[in-house]
C-alpha cells in the first residue's frame, strides 16, 4: 500500500491569511507515461463529507474558490489556501489514487489564531 | 446534479453483517465507479473498495475477505456488505462516485456495532 503522511497535523492561521498543508506519499504518484499525478484533496467540514478539491495535483475542481491551490510532484504536494475564510476551519485531507487500494492521509485540521 | 444517499441499520451486534444501500439519483450508476469509504470516530478516511456498472469490483486487501460490493443497475443503487463485525467496524459509512478522486459523496450514515 502507498502510505501516505501530512503535515502539520494541525495548524492556525488568521482569519486572510495563507494556510499551506504537506502531504507526501511513500512512493511516486507520477505516472510517466501521461505526466500525470494521481493525487487528490479533499476539505471535510465537521459533520459533513469529504468535498473534493483537488485532483490531479493541481486541477482545481468545478465551482471550487480560486484561493485553493495544488502543487507538487512525484511524492511531495502541498495544498495552499492564499487567503483563509471562515468557511475554511475544516480538516483537509490528500489522496492517492496511483495504485489501490486507494489510500488517504491523516488529515490536517486547519483552525482559527 | 448527482446525489447519493447511503441507507441501513444503525446499529449491529458484533459477529453479525452489516448491509447499507447508496441510492443515486439526478445520475444514472452506468459507466461509472462507484466507492464506499468509511470513518471511525475521530478517525481519518479508509477506502473499503469499489464496483463498475458492469459488476466488476476491486476491494481493499484489509477487507477483502469480509467485504463485498455489488450493483442494482435498475434501481440506481448500489451496495456494501461487511461481514463478521467488530466494534472496529464502528463509524461512519460514506458512499461516493469514482475509483481515483472521488467526486461526489453521499452525507454518510453512523453505523455502531455494539
Known amino acids: 500500500d502507498i502510505v501516505m503522511t501530512q503535515s502539520p497535523e494541525s495548524l492556525a492561521v488568521s482569519l486572510g491569511e495563507r494556510a499551506a498543508i504537506n502531504c507526501k506519499s511513500s512512493?511516486?504518484?507520477?505516472?510517466?507515461?501521461?505526466?500525470?499525478?494521481?493525487l487528490a484533496w479533499y476539505r471535510q467540514k465537521p459533520g459533513q463529507p469529504p468535498e473534493l478539491l483537488i485532483f490531479?495535483?493541481?486541477t482545481r475542481k468545478s465551482g471550487v474558490p480560486d484561493r485553493f491551490s495544488g502543487s507538487g510532484s512525484g511524492t511531495d504536494f502541498t495544498l495552499t489556501i492564499s487567503s483563509l475564510q471562515a468557511e475554511d476551519v475544516a480538516l483537509y485531507y490528500c489522496?492517492?489514487?496511483?495504485?489501490?487500494?486507494?489510500?488517504f492521509g491523516p488529515g490536517t485540521k486547519v483552525d482559527f489564531k | 446534479q448527482v446525489q447519493l444517499q447511503e441507507s441501513g441499520p444503525g446499529l449491529v451486534k458484533p459477529s453479525e453483517a452489516l448491509s447499507l444501500t447508496c441510492t443515486v439519483s439526478?445520475?444514472?450508476?452506468?459507466?461509472?465507479?462507484w466507492s464506499w469509504v468509511r470513518q471511525a470516530p475521530g478517525k481519518g478516511l479508509e477506502w473499503i473498495g469499489y464496483?463498475?456498472?458492469?459488476?466488476?469490483?476491486n476491494y481493499s486487501p484489509s477487507l477483502e475477505s469480509r467485504v463485498t460490493i455489488s450493483v442494482d443497475t435498475p434501481n440506481n443503487q448500489f451496495s456494501l456488505k461487511l461481514s463478521s463485525l467488530t466494534t472496529a467496524d464502528t463509524g461512519v459509512y460514506y458512499c461516493?462516485?469514482?475509483?481515483?478522486?472521488?467526486?461526489?459523496w453521499g452525507p454518510g450514515t453512523l453505523v455502531v456495532v455494539s
Open positions: 461516493a462516485r469514482g475509483r481515483m478522486s472521488l467526486v461526489y
Open positions: 439526478g445520475g444514472t450508476v452506468y459507466n461509472y465507479f
Open positions: 464496483i463498475y456498472h458492469n459488476g466488476t469490483t
Open positions: 512512493q511516486s504518484v507520477l505516472d510517466d507515461s501521461n505526466n500525470k499525478n494521481y
Open positions: 490531479w495535483a493541481s
Open positions: 489522496q492517492q489514487y496511483f495504485n489501490t487500494p486507494l489510500t
